[in-house]
């Protein structure tokens, strides 16, 4: 009988729920409309269902009008984002992942004490972006190891490494490995950056690789983290495929296919996966077996203006 593998953890990560939370509240508390600077997350069904919901998601700040309110994703934003906030009077909220505030700290800790920062990422993500105008003077970015190769610090003694939250362990492991062959004197954070999710839902799929010949990893296609676990269940030898949907199935991945394993992106809601269950049951894939590599119970506080809305009794329908 065909089988389908569901990964746990898989989907939504304590960052994600409060970013969406935060949103939610916003347009509870005040009502709509409620401005996003970018989306809230790296999510297609995620931000439609909000715009619906009465959400503005705007690129930049100019397109808010001057004294309204507006949220920042949960990916991030530079000083300069929040000093052209200031400047047009909006009231900001702050969804920002507490993880990759964590970065920020980090990047403005080693600029402080005058090293070279290299912040190792994808130019083009948010997230990079916004740690990256922390200290655009000191900082460059490299993505891969011959990267690495080509970098000249004014003082190869005093190199720092931070990194984006959603990387690769493997790619950025070796990346890290390079960085202390180059600068024995490198300095780095106390604790990894990539978050906990990323790290568990990247392990989930290496200890699934053997047993399944197709993973399916649910997200969209901008997010960082859901990319990275198609890459990674690649590189063991399985064949995987990013589907925002059950929509994109293709299929020809199922020819000779009896076992199938599925997860989801930190930012993809698992109704799409159990969708995709349901349109896989159709097509054969009728035992559906939980596989969990670990149990996550990580939660992030909200910011100061939506705690006490948060904690309104819900109304009890008469």
């Known amino acids: 009988m065909k089988k389908l593998i569901l990964l746990r953890p898989r989907g939504f990560c304590a960052g994600v729920v409060r970013a969406i939370d935060i ?14 600077r970018k989306e809230i997350v790296h999510n297609r069904h995620v931000v439609e269902e909000l ?35 200031r400047a047009r009077r909006l009231e900001v909220i702050d969804a920002t992942c507490p993880l990759v505030t964590k970065v920020h700290l980090e990047a403005l800790r080693f ?9 190792i990422g994808h130019r ?16 460059v970015v490299v993505s891969g190891v ?14 720092a490494y931070i990194t984006q939250t959603t990387l690769s362990l493997d790619e950025t492991r ?23 999710a990323t790290e568990n839902r990247q392990l989930a799929v290496k200890a699934v690789a053997q047993l399944c010949q197709l993973l399916l990893v649910v997200g969209s296609q901008n997010s960082s983290n859901s990319r990275r676990l198609v890459e990674v269940a690649r590189n063991s030898g399985v ?22 394993a599925i997860t989801a992106g930190a930012s993809a809601p698992e109704h799409l996966v159990q969708d995709l269950v349901r349109e896989l049951a159709g097509r054969g894939f009728s035992r559906v077996e939980e596989m969990t590599l670990k149990q996550e119970d990580v939660r992030f506080s909200l910011p100061p203006q939506l705690v006490s809305i948060a904690a309104r009794p819900t109304p009890v329908e008469p």
Request: some cysteine; aromatic content about 6%; hydrophobic content about 40%.
């Open 111 to 119: 600029a402080r004490l005058g090293y070279t920062i290299v912040l």
């Open 51 to 85: 715009r619906r919901a009465g959400a503005i998601f705007v690129e930049e700040l100019d397109e808010v009008p001057e004294g309204a309110r507006v949220i920042f994703s949960a990916h991030g934003v530079a000083p300069s984002v929040r000093e052209q906030a």
């Open 146 to 159: 011959e990267e690495v190769d080509r970098l000249t610090p004014p003082d190869p003694e005093r190199v």
């Open 239 to 260: 064949e995987a495929h990013l589907v925002d949907d059950a929509s994109e199935l293709d299929p020809a991945w199922f020819d000779g296919v009896e076992t199938v």
């Open 174 to 196: 070796e990346i890290v490995e390079r960085l202390r062959q180059r600068f024995p004197a490198i300095q780095g954070p106390a604790a990894q950056d990539i978050c906990y």
């Open 124 to 139: 083009d993500h948010d997230e990079v972006i916004g740690t990256m105008g922390e200290a655009p003077h000191c900082t």
């Open 23 to 36: 949103v939610k509240l916003a347009l509870e508390a005040y009502g709509p409309p409620v401005y996003v």
